[in-house]
């Protein structure tokens, strides 16, 4: 059973996740803004952090968490349910995102399979390709595979979070300095490069997806 941090300025929602969180075994502590939750999560084994806070938003909480290396699982709720903002979350370091309002039920089960994911961290695998993030290797059906760090920094990005559309923007404004990179036609130029490495057919993609007028993403499950 794990110690858990609720992060959380609404008292209500406060009291309905730990009296979930309490039956299925867990103990709890709580903080009503960002400021006071940093220094209680090196106690946590995993936070529930609200990302409207006073003080410090819950980006800039989970930011300084991982920039202090705190590895534990962070867990955001919020209103905000536009794809753009589950891309923020992700790239300041969360592991999961839950819409408000949302389900207590829905919350617990991301509780529960949260520290096997953030255990995994390091990795991403579909199907034959496996990729490890603290040796920087990608093997494909056991055989390494040769990547320039761009296209491994490209290729861990968009494995990691399968299923979520990354704008060729956004993906250049994360993995190229934006003042040297020019268009971002410098991303769809590393991923058919990407792709010849993958043998990732584009009209029949295992891998790599194109979204037509937005960018790309990582199939869930390879065919």
């Known amino acids: 059973m794990a110690q858990i941090l609720i992060v959380d300025d ?64 962070i867990l955001m709720l919020s209103a905000r349910s536009e794809e753009e903002d589950k891309l923020r979350g992700l790239d300041t370091g969360i592991d999961d995102y839950v819409v408000k309002p949302f389900s207590p039920r829905e919350v617990m089960a ?14 991403a695998r579909s199907g034959d390709l496996l990729l490890d993030a603290r040796s920087h290797q990608v093997t494909l059906n056991g055989a390494a595979l040769e990547l320039s760090r761009l296209e491994y920094d490209l290729l861990l990005t968009l494995a990691q979070h399968p299923g979520l559309v990354w704008s060729r923007e956004r993906l250049r404004e994360r993995l190229w300095d934006s003042a040297r990179s020019g ?14 490495k993958l043998y990732d057919d584009p009209e029949r ?6 979204v037509r007028g937005v960018g790309y993403r990582f199939k869930d499950d390879p065919a």
Not at 184 to 194: K, P, Q
Not at 205 to 210: A, G, K, N
């Open 110 to 123: 991301r509780v529960r399979v949260l520290p096997r994911r953030a255990g995994v961290r390091h990795q």
């Open 10 to 73: 609404d008292p209500a929602i406060q009291e309905i996740l730990a009296a979930y969180l309490l039956t299925e075994g867990h103990t709890v502590i709580k903080a009503v803004s960002g400021d006071a939750a940093l220094p209680l999560m090196v106690r946590a084994d995993l936070v529930i952090l609200d990302w409207m806070l006073p003080g410090l938003s819950g980006l800039e909480v989970a930011a300084q968490a991982r920039s202090g290396g705190l590895e534990l699982p």
């Open 183 to 196: 268009s971002s036609r410098v991303v769809d130029v590393h991923i058919t490069s990407l792709r010849k």
């Open 205 to 210: 993609p295992r891998y790599i997806e194109t």
